[in-house]
């Protein structure tokens, strides 16, 4: 089975701090994603990597980074966490859609910022 | 351009009825249509997907209607059970150039009663 997993369900962060959010694949995707689940917002793309090293702006990449310095690791970074930030963030990998089409999601990583 | 809505927000059916989940997109690139499943606690998981050569896809209980020229696709749950209470993404794509980000609309959350 194709797992992806990210390594905090539940972070507590305050104001200013620098936050990363780790999602780890073992399916050899060429893609990662990482989405913002907010109620009545639905799934926003913050940013996706279609390769190590390389990384592409979603819809709402402001106060955000990423790094993928291997290809089964693509990580989020908050540099300087704000309350706005608090929500659910959601991690994805899949091979090029052209192919399988299928986004395999991790469980969540649910943030909180005061 | 990137948007797709997605109708109704939410939706309560009573056990063996039909739910019907409409969305519709306006770029004309997208061509590949999933529907992600979401249980509570969980990320979401690819339900069924459609792509345009086709009107309609089915799988079990769960069918997809496509309209091209309207640009719109729908997801029908036949017999509805309380297992598919869920929260419903519904998605798209396009698949060629190298920009393969998958814009998903806003969810339905579902309710079948017993």
């Known amino acids: 089975d194709v797992k992806v997993t990210q390594s905090s369900r539940y972070l507590v962060k305050r104001t200013g701090e620098k936050v990363f959010l780790e999602c780890v694949q073992d399916?050899?995707?060429?893609?990662m994603f990482w989405y913002r689940q907010d109620p009545g917002l639905g799934l926003r793309l913050i940013y996706f990597?279609?390769?190590?090293?390389?990384?592409e702006k979603g819809d709402i990449p402001e106060g955000y980074s990423v790094s993928r310095e291997k290809k089964e690791r693509f990580s989020l970074i908050l540099e300087s966490a704000s309350t706005n930030q608090t929500s659910m963030y959601l991690c994805?990998?899949?091979?090029?859609?052209?192919?399988?089409?299928?986004?395999?999601f991790g469980e969540g990583s649910r943030l909180t910022v005061l | 351009q990137q948007q797709v809505k997605q109708s109704p927000q939410s939706l309560i059916v009573q056990k063996g009825g039909i739910s019907i989940i409409n969305c519709a997109y306006e770029?004309?690139?997208?061509?590949?249509f999933p529907w992600y499943q979401q249980f509570p606690g969980k990320g979401p998981a690819l339900l069924i997907a459609?792509?345009?050569?086709?009107s309609e896809k089915k799988e079990g209980r769960f069918t997809i209607s496509f309209n091209k020229s309207a640009k719109q696709f729908s997801l029908h749950i036949m017999d509805s059970q309380p297992g598919d209470s869920a929260t419903y993404f519904c998605?798209?794509?396009?698949?060629?150039?190298?920009?393969?980000?998958?814009?998903f609309g806003k969810g339905t959350k579902l309710t079948v009663n017993p």
């Open positions: 994805a990998s899949s091979y090029p859609l052209g192919v399988t089409g299928e986004l395999f």
């Open positions: 399916m050899d995707h060429e893609n």
């Open positions: 990597s279609y390769d190590v090293k390389m990384k």
């Open positions: 770029n004309t690139a997208f061509d590949y």
């Open positions: 459609i792509r345009p050569d086709v």
């Open positions: 998605a798209a794509s396009p698949t060629q150039g190298g920009s393969e980000k998958l814009v």
